[in-house]
Nanobody, 119 residues
């Protein structure tokens, strides 16, 4: 399977962006999706995650600003980002726990999409 992200870009502080991540390949289902981000010189950190059962968790620094959602039929996950701040600037990566054809569960990362928030 592979994950392809889209939707990053440059936005002014207070603006919004919507990231998408689509999974393709030999996929039976996706157990859980996650969005992570990595700013220059910093470690990759979890932003939000959603399970197949609908359980959602957010990092404290994005609560009430970001919303994660998924389209099971399209094997796609979204991250709606509102009220963006300069400190949200980072490369955003999607991650998925994928049930593959032989019923094993494998973990995949997307290539990343740059989000830059100007002050």
């Amino acid at each position: 399977a592979q994950l392809v992200e889209s939707g990053g870009g440059l936005v002014q502080a207070g603006g919004s962006l919507r990231l998408s991540c689509a999974a393709s390949g030999s996929i039976f289902s996706i157990r859980a999706w996650g969005w992570y981000r990595q700013a220059p010189g910093k470690q990759r950190q979890l932003v939000a995650q959603i399970t197949s059962g609908g359980s959602i968790d957010y990092a404290d620094f994005v609560k009430a600003r970001f919303t994660i959602s998924r389209d099971n039929g399209e094997n796609t996950v979204y991250l709606q980002m509102n009220s963006l701040k300069p400190e949200d600037t980072a490369v955003y990566y999607c991650n998925a726990w994928v049930v593959v054809a032989d019923s094993n569960i494998e973990n995949y990362w997307g290539q990343g999409t740059q989000v830059t928030v100007s002050s």
